[in-house]
């Protein structure tokens, strides 16, 4: 069964940073694209940052480019978000999501996603 | 800013057929945009439902389809039941490693 779960969320103030956490299993992690996706309360989903299977193509959205910084560790099976100079408004739900297409960039979407954890950015 | 647009809501009846449409800022949507359905319920994580325009995965009910529409991805579900209420989103990817969500519909079943 394909698995994903999120950590490393929490309350932060504004300025400072945190880092996310997403340890897959259930599947071939490295032949796989992986994604963030985001969800600020009462709010859509909002696409945050995406990395190919092979990391050789890593996207983010305007909105977090410059402060986030998407990697992965394909011998830990792990996907992981470096969330620097936060504020209020990257409060939300983060998701880790896995690619749809195997050996596919991130044209693929998303298919399996995790239960998320939640960044609260406040001072 | 490229923008996803998707009908904020939309009514059905059970056993009823309804389409939801996604549009693109940047012009008509094709299937170089790998459209992406996805569906939410409250206080659940997104599902995914369709992939690359018109793929179902293999958990997604065979009522839900997948198309291209007057240059628009289109979601259609036929035969509605009532576990089909629920918010659903597009995704488009646009190149160069950018993907946008649309703003969602809210599918009521009435």
């Known amino acids: 069964e394909v698995q994903l779960v999120e950590s490393g969320g929490g309350l932060v103030q504004p300025g400072r940073s945190l880092r996310l956490s997403c340890a897959a299993s259930?599947?071939?992690?490295?032949?796989?694209?992986m994604h963030w996706v985001r969800q600020a309360p009462g709010k859509g989903l909002e696409w945050v940052s995406g990395i190919s299977w092979n990391s050789g193509s890593i996207g983010y959205a305007d909105s977090v480019k410059g402060r986030f910084t998407i990697s992965r560790d394909n011998a830990k099976n792990s996907l992981y978000l470096q969330m620097n100079s936060l504020r209020a408004e990257d409060t939300a739900l983060y998701y880790c999501?896995?690619?749809?297409?195997?050996?596919?960039?991130?044209?693929?979407?998303?298919?399996?996603w995790g239960q998320g954890t939640t960044v609260t950015v406040s001072s | 800013q490229t923008v996803v647009t998707q009908e904020p809501s939309l009514t059905v009846s059970p056993g009823g057929t309804v389409t939801l449409t996604c549009a693109s800022s940047t012009g008509a949507v094709t299937s170089g945009y790998y459209p992406n359905w996805f569906q939410q319920k409250p206080g659940q994580a997104p599902r995914a439902l369709i992939y690359?325009?018109?793929n179902k995965h293999s958990w997604t009910p065979a009522r839900f389809s997948g198309s291209l529409l007057g240059g628009k991805a289109a979601l259609t579900l036929s035969g509605v039941q009532p576990e089909d209420e629920a918010e659903y989103y597009c995704l488009l990817y646009y190149g160069g490693a950018q993907l946008v969500f649309g703003g969602g519909t809210k599918l009521t079943v009435l």
């Open positions: 999501a896995k690619g749809a297409l195997r050996h596919y960039d991130m044209e693929g979407g998303m298919d399996v």
């Open positions: 690359s325009t018109s």
């Open positions: 259930g599947f071939t992690f490295d032949d796989y694209a």
